[in-house]
């Protein structure tokens, strides 16, 4: 799961208010793992530390800033091993993020061994 906000209306909420937020978060975390599908997640740091990497032409080409402009941001993810798309949607579906920004499911593609 990739977690979208507004990093700017993010940035403007009270640190009281962001820590009953976060408190949510780590309820949210506590309760993947107590359903035994918990694997790893973090927080991102802002996109305006962020930089984008290609080559062109065998040349390197850095630019600053994300991938994309847009009006939300990546700010976090979980890594959740669940039986099927259906309960990766209800695990969603609670994730306190979801109500302030948006939660992008993706599946992680198995890569052939070497």
Known sequence: MTLYADEAKG???P???MAKYMDQM???RDALIKAGVFVQTNGLAPSTTACTVSTEGGQIRVHDGPYADTREQAGGYFIINVKDPDDARLWAT???AATWGSVEL???MEL???
Request: charge should be positive.
């Open 15 to 17: 640190a009281g208010e």
């Open 11 to 13: 940035a403007a909420i």
């Open 112 to 114: 052939p061994s070497p």
């Open 106 to 108: 993706r599946q992680i």
């Open 26 to 28: 780590y309820a949210y």
């Open 94 to 96: 609670r994730c306190p």
